[in-house]
C-alpha cells in the first residue's frame, strides 16, 4: 500500500524558519498531485501549497511570500521551506498525495494521507 511519511515539524520562534519533507512509498510509478494542508486547534484544514505534475505551485494566501514547496518526482517527495513563521502557521502538517500511478494501466483512485507533523512557532 502507499505511505506517505512526514518529518521536519518542531518548535521555532517566530521569525524563524522550518522544512518539511514528504516523501512517498509503495508501488509507485507517478504521482499527479501532491501538496501540503495544516489544521489549528479548532479550525478547519486548509491548503498550504500543492504541485500538480509540472504545473506552477499554488499557495494558501496566508502563507504566500514566506513559504515555498519544491516536488522531487523521482523521489515522489515534496517539500515545505517556511520563513518568517508566525504564531498563526501553528498547526499539523499533513501531506496529501492524489492520482498515484501504480503502473501504466493503473491509477489508485483513494487518496493518500500521511499522518502529520506538528509545527509550533512561539511568539
Known amino acids: 500500500q502507499v505511505q506517505l511519511v512526514e518529518s521536519g515539524g518542531g518548535l521555532v520562534r517566530s521569525g524563524g524558519s522550518l522544512r518539511l519533507s514528504c516523501v512517498a512509498s509503495?508501488?509507485?510509478?507517478?504521482?499527479?498531485?501532491m501538496a501540503w494542508f495544516r489544521q489549528a486547534p479548532g479550525k478547519q484544514r486548509e491548503l498550504v501549497a500543492q504541485?500538480?505534475?509540472?504545473?506552477?505551485?499554488v499557495y494558501g494566501d496566508s502563507v504566500k511570500g514566506r513559504f515555498t514547496v519544491s516536488r522531487d518526482n523521482a523521489k515522489h517527495a515534496i517539500d515545505l521551506q517556511m520563513n518568517n513563521l508566525k504564531s498563526e502557521d501553528t498547526a499539523v502538517y499533513s501531506c496529501?498525495?492524489?492520482?498515484?500511478?501504480?503502473?501504466?494501466?493503473?491509477?489508485?483512485?483513494?487518496?493518500?494521507w500521511g499522518q502529520g507533523t506538528q509545527v509550533i512557532v512561539s511568539s
Open positions: 496529501r498525495a492524489r492520482g498515484v500511478r501504480r503502473n501504466e494501466f493503473e491509477t489508485f483512485t483513494a487518496e493518500f
Open positions: 509503495g508501488p509507485i510509478m507517478s504521482i499527479d498531485d
Open positions: 504541485v500538480m505534475g509540472s504545473s506552477k505551485a
